[in-house]
């Protein structure tokens, strides 16, 4: 993409003028448009700010662009600042330093540190060894709901644990199981490195295919290598190493310990399963360069007007930061993320500016944040709920925008989450209203729910949910949505191709971020008190 010049980045910064006079709600809603949200995209995703990567001068940048949004819609700054301090550790492998091998039976079968495996480690060292047995722990899940144990009490101290990606499937007899084809958390990646630090293990390996983990081998690798970053003052168990091998490697490995990766996965399927203990070792020695560094949370409010109400608050969230300068693909080595998710903060400042030029304004307080290092975990939001700006216990509810329509209208849309709380209820009713109807996910076993902004928020007991945007698209042929997002998956997801196109028709971007405005706009109002329903808060996690 060309280059703007300084005196143009500025000039693009303070485009957006002051607050607008004060609206009715229709009004307020009308003033989400298309041309403003263009021009916020086309900024936030140019090479200029170079990935939006957290505690990088295009993250800076990309910050100060959105506090400025912030001010001139007429949101007010939250103790007197537009940011929330994030500090980070982050963490590079140091490609050039990593000795790698898998040992069995005294024959070395290769592999290769990128394209057969990757690999992070934790904590503050910058040099780590493991030299440990692998043990296959088929899913890896120990869900006393779900009356599943993978570990049967297994002694996992020190080993490195083997873990298929996803969960354990729904037979035909229980399709009920793990939620049948929807993703629960115990099928996350997240989870299952979680879980190997709560057994006293020293590492952790998923094996990757695109059907169980919902994206190819590439996008491992992008997300993989490179620095690694870790909430600075988290203190949870850690693992000294985890990471990704691929399917192939897997296969190689057991069969060289005269095993079937397929049987293996048959067995684990099962609930009798029990850990396998392979003669497979893994001796692995990884430089890293370790460092502290600093981004923030973009936050302003919309303050409540009723006595009794005010101190009560909904949030919003649309994460800025993207993966920054990495890898070429095809002569390009910025990963601009328009989609993901220029497009989702472009929306939530024409949201914010919508709650703004309310008349009156709501009885609640209204939260935006734009949420930093999502793509290192989710860490921005993370960071907000262990330190919020105001009490969780007074958090009605949490909407989250990430990935603002592209590609048109459509008559339906998605509210990821809904099934979970009476925030269905809402997004049902103003969907109507839209000329829209809710569907289901349309990729239920991706685990979307749990892989956005929003679901820190559910871990802490808030209602809350992430509103995408439909799949059927006005004009277009039945299926034409869903090619287009799975080729966006396939081609475009966390590369330097998904940048701005001005063939972008952002008529859908529009409907989505409407409808999020009219769904916060009764729960700002006091018109509704979400709730969630029964056994469907994230488990282990208070519910409201």
Do not use: C
């Amino acid at each position: 993409m060309k280059r703007l010049g300084l005196a143009a980045a500025f000039l693009l910064i303070a485009a957006g003028g002051a607050a607008a006079q004060r609206a009715e709600p229709a009004a307020a809603a009308d003033a989400i448009t298309a041309a403003s949200i263009r021009a916020r995209l086309e900024f936030l995703s140019h090479d200029l700010l170079e990935g939006r990567a957290p505690g990088t001068r295009g993250g800076q940048l990309a910050a100060l662009y959105i506090a400025d949004q912030f001010s001139r819609a007429g949101l007010q700054p939250v103790n007197g600042s537009y940011f929330q301090a994030v500090p980070l550790r982050g963490t590079t492998v140091v490609p050039g330093r990593v000795s790698l091998g898998f040992h069995v039976n005294g024959r070395d079968v290769p592999a290769r540190y990128a394209h057969d495996v990757v690999l992070r480690t934790s904590g503050p060292d910058t040099l780590v060894s493991v030299d440990a047995q692998l043990v296959f722990v088929g899913y890896g899940v120990r869900a006393p709901e779900f009356a599943w144990d993978d570990f049967k009490g297994a002694d996992l101290t020190g080993k490195v644990l083997v873990f298929l990606a996803n969960e354990p499937p729904a037979p035909p007899e229980d399709a009920t199981r793990f939620d049948g084809r929807a993703l629960t958390y115990y099928g996350r990646w997240t989870y299952k490195l979680e879980e190997a630090a709560r057994r006293g293990a020293a590492g952790a390996l998923i094996v990757h295919t695109t059907a169980a983990a919902g994206y190819p081998w590439d996008v491992v690798r992008s997300s993989w290598t490179g620095e690694q970053l870790a909430l600075a003052d988290d203190d949870a168990p850690t693992i000294a190493i985890g990471g990704w091998i691929t399917d192939d490697l897997a296969r190689r490995l057991f069969a060289a310990a005269g095993l079937s990766l397929d049987a293996l996965a048959a067995r684990a399927a099962q609930r009798d399963f029990r850990p396998v203990y392979t003669p497979v070792r893994l001796r692995a020695r990884i430089a890293s360069r370790v460092r502290r560094l600093e981004t923030a949370n973009v936050v302003g409010v919309v303050p409540g007007r009723h006595a009794m109400l005010r101190d009560e608050v909904l949030v919003y969230t649309a994460h800025y930061d993207h993966l920054g300068i990495g890898p070429a693909v095809d002569g390009d080595s910025i990963y601009n993320g328009a989609y993901d998710n220029a497009g989702g903060v472009a929306a939530l400042i024409d949201i914010a500016g919508a709650f703004a030029r309310l008349t009156p304004r709501p009885a609640r307080s209204v939260l935006f944040i734009a949420t930093a290092a999502e793509e290192a975990g989710l860490l921005g939001a993370e960071h907000y709920v262990r330190h919020p700006l105001f009490p969780l216990a007074d958090t009605r509810a949490s909407i989250n925008i990430d990935g603002a329509n592209l590609w048109g209208e459509t008559d339906d849309v998605a509210a990821v989450g809904a099934d979970r709380s009476t925030l269905g209820r809402i997004v049902e009713r103003h969907a109507r209203s839209l000329g829209m109807r809710v569907r289901p996910d349309h990729s239920p076993g991706a685990g979307l729910f749990f892989r956005a902004d929003h679901f820190p928020f559910a871990r802490a007991g808030v209602p809350a949910l992430s509103i995408h945007h439909g799949v059927d698209f006005r004009g277009r042929p039945p299926g034409w949505g869903i090619e287009t997002l799975e080729h966006y998956t396939t081609h475009h997801y966390h590369r330097p191709s998904d940048h701005f196109d001005p063939a972008f028709d952002l008529g859908g971007a529009v409907q989505q971020a409407r409808l999020a405005f009219l769904v916060g706009l009764d729960i700002a109002t006091g018109a509704a008190d979400p709730e969630w329903y029964h056994n469907t808060a994230p488990a282990s996690q208070p519910r409201r």
